[in-house]
């Protein structure tokens, strides 16, 4: 939970009765103001003229003080909507810390550590990953593989981990070295940050030297979801993952014989069901049988099975349209699946829809122009519509969330 405001006032009863009582004041005196007395304020005489300039005080002093019961009553529905806020916020923690946090002896720590040397291979410039996991004994369990000076990983920690932790948004550093929120980053080996949140109970977190392009964000995201199903202990998650590892180990072992064999992934599932069938074995058996004969040796954790001709040509039609309408049927026909194929194949693969993988693109195409473009050439607004984002305000959020700052800050830099 942030830290109270310390400027904010208390809110209690006592600040209703004051600001009741002070309007009631101030209504009399407006009302008494108001009040002609035709006889006193009438004529040139002296006492007509002093009469005239003590009305006119007393509504000036009236009209100050009801612009001060103004600020008053501004300053307590701030602090009234502060205190909910922080009381909300701290309701939050307590039920998420109570209900989500893992116990230490719970985080399959060892599991964890492997995941994170995996992650290096995101891409081939990063150099180092952590998989971090709040338990509830208050600490933080990180597994870390590679190398990023110590000093960097701290405030690494301190900075954008501890802002997907509050907040359960990514945060992207592209660049350490001119970022302004977090001069501590700077590094002269690692130049760009990704910090993902891992489900609700962690955060993994790498750093490359030459960035972390939108093929390699789908990849780690796919790596956060693994991470944190390995902390789900919960039986029916349990259930879930035993499901996700024989789903994992029949398409690695279709992809080894694809490979072999020299044809289309998708109909290495078939080659595997037919070795199964002809061998008298279960699906699995057969699959343990293809990852011995072919998986590289060394090598414990077979390799993720390569994304299907189909999910290709549906992308490379995303991003050579992306720029102008877009129907989610000319996306099918380009791919060679119906629409119902296609979204249960963006599904599968990258946990979105066709058109949420649009506006993926669409969202990195407006990051890149405004990157370089001149601000007093170009507004946001302009880029914005340019890539149908059409809603000013829903697009400045979008925007936040993915990169840290708003569209006029990346302007403007």
Not at 27 to 37: F, I, Q, V, W
Not at 117 to 126: F, K, N
Not at 298 to 315: C, N, Q, S, V, Y
Not at 399 to 411: A, I, K, Q, V, W
Request: glycine share 8%.
């Amino acid at each position: 939970m942030s830290a109270p405001d310390p400027h904010r006032r208390p809110v209690d009863t006592a600040d209703a009765r004051l600001v009741a009582d002070m309007l009631d004041d101030i209504s009399t005196e407006l009302e008494a103001t108001s009040r002609p007395d035709r006889r006193a304020l009438t004529g040139d005489g002296p006492e007509a003229t002093e009469n005239r300039m003590v009305r006119e005080t007393q509504a000036a002093l009236a009209r100050a003080a009801a612009r001060a019961l103004r600020g008053d009553v501004h300053e307590v529905r701030r602090a009234a909507r502060g205190t909910a806020d922080d009381a909300r916020r701290a309701k939050e923690q307590t039920r998420r810390g109570r209900a989500v946090r893992p116990a230490t002896e719970d985080v399959p720590l060892a599991d964890l550590e492997r995941l994170a040397r995996q992650a290096l291979a995101v891409t081939g410039s990063v150099v180092w990953a952590q998989i971090a996991v709040p338990v509830l004994e208050g600490t933080v369990l990180e597994a870390t593989a590679g190398n990023l000076a110590p000093e960097v990983a701290t405030a690494l920690a301190r900075g954008p981990r501890a802002e997907v932790l509050r907040h359960g948004f990514p945060v992207t550093v592209d660049d350490a070295g001119s970022d302004v929120r977090w001069p501590e980053l700077h590094s002269p080996s690692a130049h760009a940050f990704l910090v993902l949140p891992l489900g609700i109970w962690g955060t993994l977190a790498l750093a490359a030297t030459d960035g972390v392009g939108d093929a390699a964000r789908g990849v780690a995201r796919e790596i956060a979801a693994h991470g944190a199903a390995l902390v789900t202990q919960d039986g029916a998650a349990s259930a879930t993952r035993a499901a996700a590892r024989a789903r994992a180990l029949v398409l690695t072992a279709g992809t080894l014989l694809a490979r072999q064999l020299g044809i289309d992934p998708f109909d290495g599932l078939d080659a595997l069901l037919e070795r199964a069938a002809s061998a008298g074995s279960t699906v699995l058996d057969a699959a343990r049988h293809v990852l011995d004969e072919l998986a590289p040796p060394g090598d414990d954790t077979p390799p993720r099975a390569p994304e299907p001709a189909t999910l290709r040509r549906a992308i490379a039609f995303l991003e050579e349209h992306a720029a102008g309408d877009v129907d989610v049927a000319d996306v099918a026909a380009a791919a060679g699946l119906g629409v119902r194929g296609l979204q249960m194949t963006f599904r599968r693969w990258h946990s979105t829809t066709p058109l949420g993988h649009l506006r993926e693109i669409r969202l990195a195409r407006a990051h890149q122009e405004l990157q370089a473009s001149d601000p007093r050439q170009t507004t946001v607004a302009d880029v914005a519509h340019r890539w149908h984002f059409t809603h000013p305000g829903r697009f400045s959020v979008t925007y936040r969330r993915r990169y840290g700052c708003s569209p006029s800050e990346t302007l403007r830099a």
